[in-house]
Structures are given as C-alpha cells and as structure tokens.
C-alpha cells in the first residue's frame, strides 16, 4: 500500500467553524489530490498540487483552500464550514508519467467529515 | 475528458468471471481507459488501464474493442473481496489538468458466495 495517511480519520463540527484536513505521503510523489464523495456521486475533485506551493481549483472549489508546503503534507482547509461540506474527504498522490502515458493516482483512507 | 456508461449494478458468483463493460463512444484517440475500484468504507484503487490492446495484470484483464467505444473488465474467479464499486474512467494525458479523474457513479459489483 502507497504511504498515504489522513488525519483525523473522523470529526464532527459545528456550522461556521474552521476545518482542517491533513493528508501526508512518505512517496515522495510531486502530484497530491484532495477529493469529496457523497452518497449517490463518485469523487468530485477539489483542489489539487503540481508540487510545493503550486496548487490548482478542481471541480468543486468553492467554500475549499489548500496549502502545500512540504512535499509530503498536502491541507484542505474549511475556512466557514458548512452543513453541505459534510461529506467523505479523500487524499490521493500521483508521479508524472513522464510521456509514459498516464500516471496512477495512489488514495488514503479517507476522513469522514460531519458538519452539524 | 469523453464521458463513460456503466451498468449501475451487476451481480456475480464466487469463484466465477465476471465482465463489467464500459461503453465511451466519444472516446478521443488519446485517452487512456483507466479502471478503479473502491471496496466499502475505503479510498479508490487502482485496477488496470489500457489504450488500444487488451492488458492483463495479477487482477484483472481488460479487453478494449477494436474501435475502442467499449471496454471490459474481467475479474476471471470472482472472490467475496472483489464485492466494491468498479469506475471506467476515460483520462487523456495530453489533456491537460495533470493527472485529474473524473469519476461517474460506477458499478456496484456483489459476489454472492
């Protein structure tokens, strides 16, 4: 299994409060991927990282920050959270495939995130 | 990325193969198909991908159609562990946008021992 850890595995906060989600990797892997899942829906992307401070918007950005600045540890962050930010969280890690076609993306376990 | 369509569920037997098709009749020709799987209460892993020949690996094998608007993925003795969400996902590497899946709602696979 890729070394993928998540932290905390579960949390449960209240409306309006800040939230951050930890996912570090010891793969050394420059590609990181922050991922929600909700009931009915495959995995929305979020934010994602090329390498160290140098992140990008996904599919469902809003109300979402990153930060990344170490390789290994890649932050999403709630900054307000909502009732609709209550959802399954997922990190994942990739290495460029370097014109070798496509990369495989390596997921964690995932942080299960309840907003009340 | 060309969007896929898959059965939203299929049932199987242990120890017997199962085929899951992937239509992606729009598909570009640059994309790879990719398959993952998310056994329950887990994050997504890797099955297998492939471009235009069939491929096999110590999981699966996938069989690519010749004019690649449908895949399968065939688990060839279905175990109880095999029971999870398969996703065909189309990725085009040249695409842009890195290495981002888009995923659909898959199939649910159950094995039935």
């Known amino acids: 299994d890729a070394g993928i850890t998540q932290s905390p595995r579960h949390k449960v906060t209240e409306t309006g409060t800040p939230v951050t989600l930890r996912c570090h990797q010891t793969e050394n892997h420059r590609y990181m991927y922050w991922y929600r899942q909700d009931p009915g829906h495959g995995l929305r992307l979020i934010h994602y990282?090329?390498?160290?401070?140098?992140?990008d918007k996904g599919e469902v950005s809003d109300g979402y920050s990153v930060s990344r600045s170490k390789t290994e540890d890649f932050l999403l962050t709630l900054e307000s959270a909502t009732s609709s930010q209550t959802s399954v969280y997922f990190c994942?890690?990739?290495?460029?495939?370097?014109?070798?076609?496509?990369?495989?993306?390596?997921f964690g376990p995932g942080t299960r995130l309840l907003v009340l | 990325d060309a969007k896929t369509t898959q059965p939203n569920s299929m049932e199987s037997n242990e120890e017997e193969p199962v085929h899951l098709p992937c239509n992606h009749s729009t598909i570009s020709g640059t994309d790879y198909i990719h398959w993952y799987r998310q056994l329950p209460s887990q994050g997504p892993e890797y099955v297998i991908h492939g471009l235009t020949s069939n491929v096999n690996n110590r999981m699966a094998s996938l069989a690519i159609a010749e004019d690649r608007k449908s895949s399968t993925l065939i688990l060839h003795r279905a175990t109880l562990r095999d029971a999870a969400v398969y996703y065909c996902?189309?990725?085009?590497?040249?695409?842009?946008?890195?290495?981002?899946?888009?995923f659909g709602k898959g199939t649910k696979l159950s094995v039935k021992p």
């Open positions: 996902i189309l990725r085009d590497p040249y695409g842009g946008s890195q290495g981002n899946l888009i």
């Open positions: 994942a890690i990739s290495e460029p495939a370097g014109g070798m076609g496509v990369e495989t993306q390596y």
């Open positions: 990282s090329y390498g160290v401070k140098d992140t």
